[in-house]
């Protein structure tokens, strides 16, 4: 079955490039859509079609960034159904890993 949308559970995301561990966690998982207004966001889901964004919702004092933003999900290749995990490729291969600790 093939999946467009992945319904993130309530926690701490953490959103990882498999290349080379890269990414961000946080409480703040959107999806946002490159040709909408960032207030046109799908929040806790991930979703072919829009960038994946994962940090902190406000900014942080001594952190480097504020956030992690993919480009947009190509598709999603496997996902728990309790939605604490998801895996899925960006068009240009590039895979990511999200994992949710609910709180």
Do not use: N
Request: glycine share 12%; proline share 3%; charged share 20%.
């Amino acid at each position: 079955m093939i999946r467009h949308t992945f319904k993130a559970a309530r926690g701490r995301v953490t959103l990882t490039r498999e290349r080379d561990g890269v990414g961000d966690a946080g409480s703040m998982l959107l999806a946002v859509h490159p040709d909408e207004p960032v207030t046109e966001t799908l929040l806790h889901v991930v979703a072919v079609g829009y960038s994946c964004r994962v940090g902190a919702l406000g900014t942080r004092t001594f952190g480097g960034q504020d956030y992690w933003q993919t480009t947009p999900v190509a598709r999603i290749l496997g996902a728990a159904a309790d939605g604490t995990y998801c895996r899925f490729e960006r068009a240009s291969g590039q895979r990511y890993r999200l994992t949710v600790d609910v709180l």
